[in-house]
Each structure stands twice: as C-alpha cells, then as structure tokens.
C-alpha cells in the first residue's frame, strides 16, 4: 500500500478526532492485539499515521493502550458504563470523596474529575460544599509522576495485567532501602491512613509471595500484556486483617501493652485492631494485646501515647520503644 500524509485538510481536526475513535474501536474489538499496518489497512490511512495515532489515543485522550511484540491493544476499563446514582448514594460518595479529599496531599486530577461530575447530581447546598472541596484541593502540590503511576497501576488492576515496576526500598532504622525491578500482579490499590499514601498490594513473582509496595516509592511502571488469575476471594481482606494499617507482608506478631489510668478510657473506646482484646486492671490500667503484622506501624501508634503506655510485649519492640525515647531525651539534652 502506498504511503501517503492524510493530516492536510480545512477539517483535518474533526476529521482526525473521528479516526482517533475509529482506532480505539479497533483496539477494543481485538482483545489480544493488532498490528499497526493491519490498522493503516482497516482505516486507509498511512503506517505512519497509524502509528501516530495509536501514540495520540494514550497521550492526548488517556486511553490506556498497550503494545508487545508488533501487536498494540487497549486495556478493556478505557470504556465504562455511566453510573446512576440516588441522592442518598452520592451523599455516601461525597463522603467517602472528602475524607480523600481531607488526606490527600497531593493534587489528583481525577478526584476532582469525580468530584466535579458528582456535584452535577447534588442539590445547591452540598454542590456549594463540593466547590470548597475542589478550592482545597486545588491548592495542594502537582506531581506528573505519581499520577502517571496511578493511572496505570489502576488500568493493570482492572484488567488483571502484570506490572513491571522499578522500585525504591524504604529506609529502616539507619539502613539504606534496596532498590529493585519487580515484577508484580496488582491485586489491590490501598490508601493508608497513617502515612496519606497510596499503596499497591499484589503477588511478587521475584520473591513469590504478596508484597506492599508504596506508590510514592515506584519511579517506573510497565503494563504488560500478560494477564493473571485473581487471587481466591477473601485472601487479600484476609491478609489485611491482620495489618495494623497497610503492611500486610510482615511476620504476625503478638503486641502486649498497658495504658495507664488516665488513658484507659480512652483507649478502650475505639476499636483500634480487629484482634484486639482488652482486661481492665483493679488499679483502673488497661491491658491491651493483638496479633498484627509485623511491628513498624504499630510503633507509631505506641508512641504517640507517650509515657501513658508500657510495651509488654515483643522484648524487640519494648527496646526499640526504649531506644527511641532515650535518644529524645539526649537531643533534648545536647
């Protein structure tokens, strides 16, 4: 077939935006992929257009498109139905929406898409609250990155696609995190409470088993055409039961605690972990015991009771508890 430029034109925009749609029509009707030449062919239009184009479905409209071996598809969450909801559901999702919103501390683009399509179905009052939403919103810090990132993390884990990411380990007590290329099924995206992060959770096929990955840490991700079976229901709730927060990938660990009199109370009135189990003490104290994953966030929450809890147990815990307040004290004294 001959090569030939079919940009020109006094319609070339509306024209071009009409083919655009024309490809992704393409791209969806073949699940596992085709050739740009075959859709140069398909169209009348040139390779190089083709290609072209293909870049432009992902670049300019945000149509998630993927290639391998020659072969180039779109994954299938680029088309979702409209969703309809009553005035009491779009109540519980402007809900559910502020408390990102009041978390977020960065500036996500499609958050206030969906705020903005939200306010569309609310009456006047909760409309005006929305708009006060997108003020705070809008003034929170840009980062390109981190929103490619999700973007793509969440097309791979919609359509059960493999990830290749490049990751950079946490520092921990002193010691440089390693950095790494994993390879990874997405099985759930997770906002944690504690640190206002996003993490991805998923099967690593490098260390064969479920790892936690905070998304702020990924500097690259690739979406693969390789496609994986979920995992047995239940089984990441399951793991995540037992997180204190959002590591789930950690030895379980039994923690003991006593919270004195004048936090007992207060303590006992929320349930902080679904293990947890509590005596209260003749003296007015509390014991408090659960079993969680791993010690790292769990220390957090310990210390920010101060001298109004004692660590029983794990020994490991109790001195790191230690250790910690002791070098306060020294830089309080220096």
Sequence with gaps: ?????DEGGSSAKRDRGARLLRVASLLNAHPQGIRAEDIAQRLGISRRTAYRDLVALEGELGMPTWSDEGRW???ESSFLPPLKLTTSEAMAVFLATRLMVRYADKYDPDLASAFEKLAEGLPAPLTEHVARSLDVLQRARRDTKFVEHVHALTRAWADRRIVEIDYAGARYEGRAGVSRRATVRPYLIEPSTQTHALYLIGFDEGKAGLRTFKIERIRAVTVTPRRFEPPEPGTVES???EAWDIIADQPS????LRFAAAVAG???ETIWHPSQHLEPQPDGSLLWRATVSGTIEVRLWVLSWG??????APEALRDDVRATYRRALKRGEA
Excluded: C, K, W, Y
């Excluded at 660990?253 to 003991?256: A, F, L, N, R």
């Excluded at 001298?307 to 029983?312: F, G, M, Q, Y």
């Design 1 to 5: 077939m001959a090569e030939f430029d």
């Design 73 to 75: 598809g779109i994954l």
């Design 239 to 241: 793991m995540l039961r």
């Design 253 to 256: 660990v039994t923690v003991e």
């Design 266 to 268: 207060r303590v006992a």
């Design 307 to 312: 001298d109004d809890v004692e660590v029983l």
